[in-house]
C-alpha cells in the first residue's frame, strides 16, 4: 500500500514562476492589451459587482422573512423585496457590463499580433 503523504495547502495555492521565460511571458501578454486596457480593467471590475449584488441577495431575502413574515409586518416585506429587485437588476447589468467588456478584450487582445519568434515550428510533418 502507498504511503499518504501530507499535503502543503499553503504551497498548493502559491503559485512561483519556475522559469524567467513564465515572467516574460506574462509581461509580452501585458503589452499586447494595447487599446483595449480599459476593457481588460472594466471586465474584472463588473463581475465583483455582480457577484457582490448576488451575494447580498439572501441576506435580503433572510431580511424578508425574519422582519417582514415572522413580524407580520408588510411593509418591511415589500421595501426588502423592493430592494432585492434593485440588487437582482443591479446584478443582471453588471452581468451584461462585465460580458460586454470581456468579449471586447478578449477579441481585441486576439487581433493584435503577439510575437512568436520563440516558438520552433517543425520543418516537416511528422506521419
Request: net charge neutral; aromatic share 10%; charged share 15%.
Amino acid at each position: 500500500m502507498a504511503e499518504l503523504t501530507q499535503i502543503d495547502h499553503a504551497a498548493a495555492y502559491h503559485y512561483e514562476p519556475k522559469r524567467m521565460e513564465d515572467v516574460n511571458m506574462l509581461k509580452t501578454l501585458a503589452k499586447e492589451i494595447r487599446q483595449y486596457k480599459k476593457a481588460t480593467v472594466l471586465a474584472p471590475v463588473f463581475t465583483g459587482f455582480e457577484v457582490l449584488m448576488e451575494i447580498l441577495i439572501p441576506f435580503v431575502t433572510a431580511s424578508i422573512i425574519d422582519q417582514g413574515i415572522e413580524a407580520g409586518n408588510m411593509q418591511k416585506v415589500y421595501l426588502y423585496g423592493g430592494i432585492m429587485l434593485i440588487f437582482a437588476f443591479i446584478s443582471l447589468i453588471c452581468g451584461v457590463a462585465a460580458g460586454r467588456y470581456a468579449a471586447s478584450a478578449s477579441t481585441g487582445y486576439a487581433c493584435n499580433p503577439v510575437s512568436y519568434t520563440h516558438l520552433t515550428l517543425p520543418t516537416k510533418l511528422e506521419v
